[in-house]
């Protein structure tokens, strides 16, 4: 009787000996990351910065796919159905995340509930950018010209419910202005004819640009973030410039589905950490127009704070998916 008691246990010791390692061992078979848009943008670029180094770190390869549609919904909905063993992984953007349930509630997707956390990596500031059309040299004159203009300034977006038409929306709420909102299928075609002075304004980030403002073509008036960005630290924030409290950016972070364990997060942010430490992960990051952020700081709370942000700008603006 109690040879058979000692066989049985140490056969669960055994049995829970070889799981411990087993889990131990990750991960033991090559990572998926999802990128939700096509190859070429800055979503796409930084999914393959921090693929590198995560390849490195845990000693196996990181696959980027590429699965774009539904303005980056396509891609999440893949990684939130996906199983949570913690082998996919989204390369996901707060600006796209967060707005999505009220601009369109007939969703399935849930950003607050459908996803688990492993890091933050950067955050990218926008600028209020204005065209040749538009003299104002500062964040004061832009506002008392365009409130001598109501509804008569056009502002171009990369697409009605992108982050820069929401940042507009806000912008427009605190300022106390009006404008044409004019949205476009991508930020290329809109910064051509804001360049060329077919559109007055546009919110974009600051890699987007910085060779048309050093050629003279554009004016950064201000950055959306309450500090400066080290990308064009010479550019004041809104904040400073007149409305206090004005905080409208995109962070950058990795997913996993919901009920993913919490050691295998804890894994792949260590190790994340490590790479946006490095000289060479941060030159690469301030390319492209970010600050990064190390991975140290929730990027669930991140996305949590601008659903409840981006909800009341879309139910002030009234705002409805065309």
Do not use: C
């Not at 349930?101 to 933050?120: E, Q, R, T, W």
Request: no cysteine; aromatic share 4%.
């Amino acid at each position: 009787m109690k040879t058979g008691i000692v066989a049985r246990s140490l056969l669960a010791l055994g049995l829970g000996s070889a799981a411990a390692l087993a889990h131990a061992a990750y991960p033991d078979k090559p990572l998926h990351l999802i990128v939700p848009y096509p190859p070429g943008g800055n979503i796409d670029a930084t999914a393959r910065i921090v693929a590198n180094g995560l390849s490195a770190e845990l000693g196996q390869t990181v696959v980027i796919e590429n699965r774009a549609g539904a303005s980056g919904m396509l891609g999440a909905e893949v990684v939130a159905r996906s199983a949570p063993d913690g082998y996919t992984m989204l390369l996901a953007s707060s600006g796209a995340l967060a707005p999505v349930k009220a601009i369109n509630p007939s969703m399935k997707l849930d950003p607050d509930k459908d996803f688990a956390a492993a890091g933050s990596i950067a955050r990218a500031p926008l600028m209020l950018v204005v065209g040749p059309s538009v003299p104002s040299r500062n964040v004061k004159e832009f506002i008392a010209y365009a409130k001598a203009r109501p509804g008569k300034l056009t502002m171009a977006s990369a697409g009605t419910g992108g982050n820069g038409h929401l940042t507009g929306e806000l912008f427009q709420s605190m300022s106390g202005t009006r404008f044409l909102h004019v949205p476009y299928k991508g930020g290329g075609q809109a910064m051509a004819d804001l360049i060329g002075g077919q559109t007055d304004l546009t919110f974009v980030q600051p890699a987007s640009a910085l060779s048309q403002m050093a050629s003279g073509k554009l004016r950064a008036l201000g950055v959306t973030t309450l500090k400066r960005s080290s990308v064009v630290p010479d550019v004041p924030t809104l904040d400073e410039s007149g409305l206090p409290g004005f905080e409208a950016s995109t962070t950058t972070g990795l997913l996993f589905p919901a009920g993913t364990p919490k050691d295998v997060l804890g894994k792949v942010n260590a190790a994340l950490v490590k790479v946006l430490k490095m000289p060479d992960t941060r030159k690469q990051f301030e390319q492209l127009g970010s600050d990064v952020m190390e991975g140290s700081e929730d990027f669930s709370r991140i996305v949590s704070l601008e659903i409840t942000q981006w909800s009341k700008v879309i139910r002030d603006a009234d705002l409805k998916m065309p």
